[in-house]
């Protein structure tokens, strides 16, 4: 299995340590980049490799019995990179927005 790059682990460390994702976008943990990062196919893990560069953060990772599929964000924008590492700048996804925790 190929090791994270210590470059991309760097930039994603930077972002997550720096406060740069809002509570409302999402509530992201190292741990959690971690867990997503191990979903990744080998290509999906160059892909993001360059959206790193570019700014992006790892979002999620969904998969299918057959596929995967990686969203990153970079301000407004999404990116998605499939399971052979292609990666779409401008994807047909919209992602939920948070709701508040329900009172009881």
Known sequence: MLAFPKEALK??????NNGLLSFEDRRV???HANEHWDR????????????????????????????STAIAKQEDQLATIDDEGDIDFHPDVVLRERRPPRKQ
């Open 11 to 16: 930039m994603q460390t930077q972002v997550l």
């Open 29 to 31: 943990s190292q741990a």
């Open 40 to 67: 990744l196919t080998t290509a999906q893990r160059f892909a993001f490799y360059t959206l790193a560069k570019l700014g992006y953060q790892l979002l999620f990772v969904r998969q299918t019995p057959t596929t």
